[in-house]
């Protein structure tokens, strides 16, 4: 834990992953039910998926107004969240953490960097286990973080 914080205020955090602010929002827990899946029972039964997402996004601005404008919305993120898992159907759950996190990013330009965790606990391996996952980071392109400079 002491290793983590140091490496944290070290500033190598940043330098590390893109990132020019510490603050995060997040949305854990989410739980849908969604078609996804290479066999043919998992596209036409469904089965239930669970979603994490963290966004990084300065939060200074909101901490000192108290306005939601000025916080990234994280009701937006659950409903966006919500229609790519219960709306859409992909063979692998990559492509949806993949749609989930274009979506974020493009949703609001502050958002800096967004972590998308998809779960999928009904899975069809001979064995026990909670589920299976994938993890995924994505950050804003250059081109649209430096709006000012060409």
């Excluded at 602010?21 to 039910?33: I, R, S």
């Excluded at 969240?81 to 949806?96: C, Y």
């Excluded at 993949?98 to 990013?105: N, P």
């Excluded at 286990?129 to 400079?149: A, H």
Aim: charged share 30%.
């Amino acid at each position: 834990m002491r290793t983590t914080a140091r490496w944290l205020r070290s500033g190598l955090f940043q330098r590390s992953f893109g990132t020019s602010t510490k603050d995060k929002l997040f949305v854990h827990g989410m739980e849908f039910h969604g078609y996804h899946g290479d066999l043919a029972a998992e596209q036409e039964l469904g089965q239930k998926f669970l979603v994490d997402v963290d966004v990084w996004s300065s939060l200074q601005p909101a901490a000192k107004s108290d306005l939601l404008k000025d916080t990234i919305d994280y009701v937006k993120i659950w409903e966006m969240t919500k229609d790519s898992v219960e709306n859409k159907t992909f063979e692998m759950i990559e492509a949806l953490g993949g749609d989930i996190s274009d979506r974020i990013l493009a949703f609001d330009l502050r958002i800096e960097r967004v972590r998308v965790c998809v779960k999928k606990p009904q899975v069809c391996i001979p064995g026990t286990l909670s589920y299976v996952g994938i993890e995924m980071m994505r950050e804003q392109e250059e081109k649209k973080v430096n709006t000012g400079d060409k």
